[in-house]
């Protein structure tokens, strides 16, 4: 069953290639030549679900074939529940001023502790939520889920530089997950879980 993961980060499709095995073959936007003068779907969601149903949905029309997509990231009690969906909003509100590209962690996440620092709030909370749906063409059949795994921020510590890897702990882990291998880090992480759960509706 081959399945149009909706995205070029070919670093996540080979995670989740990884945990699906053999029951599905995942290719990325960028191995499919049309993809390329199309325009991205619109994430104007409120939440990571809502914009990973408007993303699988786009897709799963456009390519007229299942499309998968995740929408997923940190939310920050001290920072209330920042920077979720709204990591640039976020770095204008907290970081005025600064220059940062937020697709370079190690740009983005060192501002993002700053601004815990200046919160007020001492608590290090943070909660890595993970939001897939899988879509066919024509909205014949959509299937979703949604997991998250509890931690807290801490410095960078970890030499795999991914997402906010370097910077989250896990509850109950003296590793950050940069700092585990790739399957340690499948077997407590959300992505995996919630995968399992699209797998097994298909």
Same mark, same amino acid.
């Given at each position: 069953m081959k399945v149009v993961f909706a995205s070029k980060n070919k670093k996540k499709a080979l995670e989740l290639q990884r945990m699906a095995k053999e029951k599905i073959e995942l290719i990325v936007l960028s191995? !499919?030549?049309?993809?390329? =003068? !199309?325009?991205?779907? +619109?994430?104007?969601? =409120?939440?990571?679900? +809502?914009?990973?149903? #408007?993303?699988? %949905?786009?897709?799963?029309? %456009? #390519? =007229?074939?299942i499309a998968l997509a995740e929408d997923s990231g940190i939310e920050i009690d001290a920072l209330n529940g920042a920077p979720g969906v709204y990591t640039k909003r976020c770095i204008e509100e907290y970081c005025k001023g600064e220059n940062v590209n937020e697709d370079k962690p190690a740009e983005l996440y060192p501002k993002i502790l700053e601004a815990m620092k200046k919160s007020g709030n001492d608590s290090k909370t943070a909660h890595w939520i993970s939001s897939m749906v899988l879509a066919y063409p024509n909205n014949e059949k959509t299937i979703e889920a949604i997991n998250s795994l509890d931690g807290e921020m801490c410095e960078c510590k970890g030499t795999r530089e991914f997402g906010f890897d370097q910077y989250f702990r896990p509850n109950n882990c003296n590793k950050t997950l940069s700092e585990m291998e790739p399957e340690e880090k499948d077997k407590i992480g959300p992505r995996l879980k919630t995968f399992e759960k699209i797998l097994e509706q298909i």
């Amino acid at each position: 069953m081959k399945v149009v993961f909706a995205s070029k980060n070919k670093k996540k499709a080979l995670e989740l290639q990884r945990m699906a095995k053999e029951k599905i073959e995942l290719i990325v936007l960028s191995d !499919i030549k049309e993809s390329e =003068n !199309i325009p991205q779907a +619109e994430e104007n969601g =409120n939440t990571f679900l +809502e914009n990973a149903k #408007l993303k699988a %949905k786009y897709w799963a029309d %456009k #390519l =007229n074939m299942i499309a998968l997509a995740e929408d997923s990231g940190i939310e920050i009690d001290a920072l209330n529940g920042a920077p979720g969906v709204y990591t640039k909003r976020c770095i204008e509100e907290y970081c005025k001023g600064e220059n940062v590209n937020e697709d370079k962690p190690a740009e983005l996440y060192p501002k993002i502790l700053e601004a815990m620092k200046k919160s007020g709030n001492d608590s290090k909370t943070a909660h890595w939520i993970s939001s897939m749906v899988l879509a066919y063409p024509n909205n014949e059949k959509t299937i979703e889920a949604i997991n998250s795994l509890d931690g807290e921020m801490c410095e960078c510590k970890g030499t795999r530089e991914f997402g906010f890897d370097q910077y989250f702990r896990p509850n109950n882990c003296n590793k950050t997950l940069s700092e585990m291998e790739p399957e340690e880090k499948d077997k407590i992480g959300p992505r995996l879980k919630t995968f399992e759960k699209i797998l097994e509706q298909i």
